[in-house]
Structure formats: C-alpha cells, structure tokens
C-alpha cells in the first residue's frame, strides 16, 4: 500500500483515489468509494481491468508468460515437485517439510473414499450423461453426505472439507468415468500415489491385474500440476462469488466446476482434441486457420488464445514435452493429431492475425493429445481439469474467507432497459 492517490475528474467533481502497489504486478486504483463520493459506477464487463480481490496464491505475467504459485514458477514445479506437494504449497503458503508432507499425503489417502450411499446418486444419472454433468452433481451432493464439514465458521470443519475435496475428487471423476462406460466402481487403494490410485480407478477392472505405469502416472501428475490454480479464472471467481454470500465448500466448488465445462475455459482441452481430430490432415490446416481469420465465422482455434497469456502460456510448453514424451514410451509414433497439432501451432504462429493479436497455444492445446493416448475419452479431458483445479477452487476460498474485507460479491451494470412505466392492462395493449 502506498499514499499515491489517482485523481479522478468528471462533471464538476474531483476524487482522489487510493492506489494500492502488489509485490508484482500493475498497480491497482481503489474504486470502492467512487460510487459514495462521486455517484458514478465503473463499467468492465469481462472484468478485463479490475481486481476483485487481494490475493498471495497465484501470479501471472501475461507479458513474460510467467506463472508463479507462492511465488516459484510452474515449470520448476512442474519439473521437480508433485501435485500434492503443490496442494499443499497452494493451500498452505509454503512447501511442506518431509513431515509435514507425509503427515499431508496421510490425511489425503485416507479420505479418498466416498460414503456408500453416493453409488445410488450416481445410478440415478442416465449411462450416456456427459461426466461433467455426473461430477457437478456429485460435488453438490457432498453437502447431503457430509454435513460435518459444511460450516464455514468453524476453522476445522473448513479443514476437514479441503481434505475430502482434494482426497475425493479423483474418486469422483473416475466413478463418473466408470459408470459412463458401465463397468463397475473400483475403490480407491491407500498403497498407490494420487495419480496412480487415479489412473487404477480409471483403468483397471476386477476380472483382471492392472499395473499402473510409473511414467503414465508420472504424466497424470504433472497434467493435475499444470492445472493446479490459475488465480482469478472464470471458474475460480465463479467459486469465490458463491462462497461470498457464506454457501457451503461443496456448493461453491460444484459452482466453479459447472462454470469449468465452459468451451471458452476447461471445455476447451475436449473441442480442441475434437477440433484436432477434425481438421484430421496437415493439408486441410490453411482451410482452418482461414476459417478463424474469418470474422463473419463463429470458428476459433480451439486451445490458442488466453486473456492473461499475451506472449506465450508457460504450461502449454510443459504440456507440449509431456506429449512427446508419452507418445515415444507408449510407442505411438506418426500420430496424426500430433502432427496436426505441431503444424498447426506452426502455421498460426508464422500468420500475421494471431502474432498481432498475440494469439498462442494455451494448456489445453496439447494436453488432450496427452490423455488420449492414455486411454482417456474426450468427455474425461475437462473432468481431470476439474480434479487438478479444484485445489486451487479450495485455496483461493479459504483465503477469501479469512480476509476481513471479504462481502457479498454484488456487481453493478450499466442499464439500458426502459425507464419506469405504469403496468397496461391487457384489453388496452396494442
Ligand atoms: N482463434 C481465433 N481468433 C481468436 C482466438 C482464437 N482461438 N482467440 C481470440 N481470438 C481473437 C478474437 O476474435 C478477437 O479478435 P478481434 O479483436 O478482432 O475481435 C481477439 O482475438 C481477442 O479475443 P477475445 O475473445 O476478446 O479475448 P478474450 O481474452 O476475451 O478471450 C479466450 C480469451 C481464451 C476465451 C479466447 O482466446 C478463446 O476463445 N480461445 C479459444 C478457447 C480456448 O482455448 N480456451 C482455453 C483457455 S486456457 C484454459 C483455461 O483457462 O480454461
């Protein structure tokens, strides 16, 4: 915080507004008294120019294409630490000691069980319903079955629902995934780490052993890690603007999750895999890339763009590695979509429209290629979005609840309906 004061003149008044300096990053001008001295509302629809919130969890330099959880950069994590490790970084402030991860790793392996009476709720859902549409309902639904974590003013019952949430999600998506294709649930199992219980309950089936792969789960954890938390995103705000009038953890990160399967968000790694898949050859890549030029067509390069990211998303490189490398172990070579993929990026990177309009691959550009080839459908891409992101959901709530300036979020809007008018009776309308 600094004395600077911002000097704001309209009409015939001047206002003098605060401006606040963050460790990083622009400074920010402190509207909240504009409305009471001035009587004027700002207008930002996209909320492309305002902070809603004081946070310490998650940077990014769009310009630098930078991204920093706690303060260390994503591709250090993403090379040398874990996605628990990072859970615990994201939720807790530092990186854990040895006893403090292993007393972490503990609590979340034994909370990864869902209560018994959840497979009924999942049988009620139709075969052929898309994950997501299973998951948002299952995440609400916590707050039926765990009614001793739902108060959000007792510090330990908020505890108790970050672990469930982080401990349960994998089971959650992977019994969504399950009951998709009519197999039966597997349980989870407290010997495999979090990727490998993961992928076990994805993969495997009672009639026969399945082995997890220690490089396949090496790559799901990385993938959980590169999704971790992404500060203020539209579904992490969709979970702090829930949780603002005092819902309960299993409300607000069901909210953020359906605001997830969005095309424009976490639905994006499910179109641009199908989008991929469509193009289908190398040739057919400058019919594509001329349909998203086009601005009389709705088209849009599936997996490149982002509102922060305006040189390059430093999680999209990471994933681009990743896919190479689970490729060449699985012994997929010559896959096609990679190769549409990898000439598309080359195409659009070397094409005037998107260098002007600082348009690059994004996390969800390779990361379907990834889970594909482990034996994911597309309808499970935005699902382990939602499992990777929903500790970053968990994290930037509980901040938000233990900041003393924190209200109900209650945006203005500019108006542009009719005035007042008295109500016609009907037998008078023209
Ligand atoms: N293909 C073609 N043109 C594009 C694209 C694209 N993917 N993205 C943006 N543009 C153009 C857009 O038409 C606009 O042009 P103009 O200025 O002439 O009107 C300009 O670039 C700016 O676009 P915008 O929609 O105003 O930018 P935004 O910040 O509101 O949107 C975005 C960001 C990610 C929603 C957008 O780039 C997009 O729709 N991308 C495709 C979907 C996608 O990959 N989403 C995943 C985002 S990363 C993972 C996540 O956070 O969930």
Not at 250 to 262: D, E, H, K, P, S
Request: hydrophobic content about 40%; some cysteine.
């Amino acid at each position: 915080m600094t004395d600077r004061k911002a000097t704001l003149t309209f009409d015939n008044k001047t206002l003098e507004l605060p401006i606040h300096s963050p460790t990083v990053g622009p400074d920010v001008i402190d509207i909240r008294k504009l409305y009471a001295q001035g009587d004027v509302f700002t207008h930002d629809p996209g909320f492309t120019s305002t902070s809603a919130c004081e946070s310490t969890i998650t940077f990014i330099d769009g310009d630098k294409g930078e991204l920093l959880h706690r303060g260390y950069p994503i591709d250090q994590l993403a090379s040398k630490s874990h996605y628990l490790e990072v859970c615990y970084l994201l939720l807790y402030g530092e990186l854990p000691t040895a006893a403090e991860m292993e007393k972490f790793e503990n609590t979340i392996t034994r909370h990864t069980m869902l209560h018994e009476q959840m497979t009924y709720f999942y049988r009620g859902f139709r075969r052929d319903a898309h994950p997501m549409a299973i998951i948002v309902g299952v995440m609400g639904a916590m707050s039926a079955f765990y009614h001793d974590s739902t108060d959000i003013s007792d510090p330990r019952q908020r505890e108790i629902a970050t672990h469930r949430l982080i401990a349960k999600m994998p089971t959650i998506v992977a019994w969504a995934f399950k009951y998709s294709i009519g197999q039966p649930f597997v349980y989870p199992r407290n010997d495999l780490d979090y990727a490998a219980n993961f992928l076990n309950m994805c993969f495997s089936v009672p009639a026969e052993d399945y082995e997890v792969s220690p490089v396949l789960a090496r790559a799901m954890d990385r993938i959980f890690t590169l999704h971790a938390d992404h500060e203020q995103n539209a579904s992490t705000s969709t979970v702090r603007l829930a949780s603002s009038s005092g819902a309960n953890p299993f409300a607000c990160i069901a909210a953020g999750a359906a605001c997830l399967w969005g095309p424009a968000h976490g639905g994006a790694n499910q179109a641009c895999l199908e989008m991929l898949r469509k193009i289908g050859t190398v040739d057919k890549i400058p019919e594509y890339i001329a349909r998203a030029k086009d601005k009389d067509d709705p088209f849009r390069l599936m997996g490149f763009g982002h509102r922060v990211y305006k040189n390059f998303d430093p999680r999209a490189k990471v994933m681009k590695e990743s896919a190479d490398e689970v490729l060449d172990l699985l012994g997929i070579h010559d896959n096609p979509t990679l190769q549409v993929a990898k000439e598309l990026e080359r195409q659009a990177l070397e094409d005037p429209y998107f260098a002007e309009k600082k348009l690059f691959p994004n996390v969800d550009f390779y990361s379907g290629i990834i889970l594909e080839a482990m034996g994911f459908p597309t309808s499970m891409f935005t699902p382990i979005f939602a499992l990777s992101r929903t500790v970053g959901w968990i994290s930037q709530w509980k901040e938000q609840l233990s900041d003393p300036a924190h209200k109900i979020g209650r945006p203005r809007q500019l108006y542009t309906g009719h005035p007042f008018r008295d109500y016609v009776e009907v037998e008078d309308r023209g």
